[in-house]
């Protein structure tokens, strides 16, 4: 549903987007990741036709964004970063609004106007004067807005920036209520947005893709990240260096309490062999009191790092290191937009 071939735009003599390649299937989620600035805001512009690309082709729906402009907008629900309501309106009122801007017919609006109210649980506020209502409403609104015409084709860009934990939890769960019907692009910086809520990951930094597959591929692939976090009692000069010589362990850190002879092992195993058993057998037969023993696996975080770390020390540039202020890893606090 969505084609994106070498698709670039150009400021100046500063690369936005450059030479981006991705696809979206019908029906699925695609999340497009990256820190702020990366390109992914200027990538959902062009592709709904706000602004043009400097070089490059896309498609959605089978029409070309450069040269079927009309029919690509009447094929897209796009919810920008900021949603564009009219605040003195009501909700039903605008969407009614929005409904004839869009080319719903008379006869079906009222219908698809109900259904997008329903769809983002929106009935009781039907009347509500939307400056009146709290920014997670708005942004339900923006959605409400956005699939009111019953696109095949949704493109949201930081659709859960600034909501509380609450309102991220019920905007997860109406994007995703929201897939097989239509074909989703969901821009965000927010790790955990993407595994809970995408198909697919398309990763982008720098204004270039670096990594799209599924999330669990991601990690299993792209990070051999992995091992275990092990709570022990007692003596343990003998179980280290037993510990080192079994097969399969890379890496051992362990944080001790000399007094009271209580450890924590950080174990870094390869990911392709499972050995959690013979670590257990090691440490009983070593006469050490096991409390605790769980496994580590690669998070979408260490994938990220990782894909941009290879992709820096590749250009010869500084990592960027996951910021707060660049990117956000405990999916509750908003940020701000890529600033393009």
């Known amino acids: 549903m969505i084609e994106v071939e070498h698709l670039s735009k150009i400021y100046g003599s500063t690369a936005a987007v ?9 029906g699925e989620i695609l999340g497009f990741l990256g820190p702020n600035g990366a390109g992914k805001t200027t990538t959902m512009r062009i ?55 869009k080319g719903v017919a008379r006869k079906n609006r009222q219908s698809r106007v109900d259904w997008s109210l329903e769809r983002c649980q929106l009935e009781d506020k039907r009347k509500v004067l939307i400056r009146k209502l709290s920014k997670g409403y708005k942004q339900r609104v923006g959605i409400a807005q956005a699939i009111v ?40 910086h927010i790790l955990p947005e993407v595994s809970m809520t995408c198909d697919r990951v398309t990763i982008i930094n720098g204004g270039k893709v670096v990594a799209t597959d599924t999330p669990n591929n991601l990690m299993s692939h792209l990070t051999a990240k992995g091992g275990y976090e092990i709570e ?22 362990i944080i001790s309490n000399s007094e009271t002879k209580h450890h924590t092992l950080l174990l870094t195993t390869d990911s392709h062999q499972e050995i959690g058993k ?8 070593q006469g050490l009191d096991l409390y ?27 990592p960027i290191l996951g910021e707060k202020s660049s990117l956000e890893f405990d999916g509750e606090t908003g940020g701000q ?4």
């Open 149 to 188: 015409h019953d696109p095949p084709v949704i493109i949201l860009d930081e659709p859960t920036v600034g909501l509380d934990p609450k309102q991220i939890i019920e905007v997860r769960n109406l994007i995703k209520s929201l897939a097989g019907e239509h074909t989703l692009l969901l821009s965000t």
């Open 292 to 318: 605790e023993m769980k496994r580590t696996r690669a998070t979408l975080e260490d994938v990220f790092l990782n894909v941009i770390t290879e992709e820096a020390a590749t250009e010869g540039k500084a």
């Open 232 to 253: 022990i009692v007692g003596d343990i000069f003998s179980l280290e260096p037993m510990l080192n010589d079994l097969p399969g362990i890379s890496q051992l850190e």
């Open 337 to 340: 937009g890529d600033g393009e």
């Open 47 to 101: 592709l709904s036709g706000f602004i043009p690309a400097t070089a490059g082709t896309a498609k959605i729906a089978g029409y070309d964004v450069h040269e079927q402009s009309l029919e690509v907008r009447r094929n897209i629900g796009y919810l920008p970063e900021t949603p564009p309501l009219y605040p003195d309106m009501t909700v039903e009122g605008f969407l009614q609004f929005v409904a004839r801007i």
């Open 18 to 26: 450059e030479d981006v390649d991705f696809s979206v299937e019908k």
């Open 278 to 285: 013979d670590i257990a057998a090691l440490i009983i037969n």
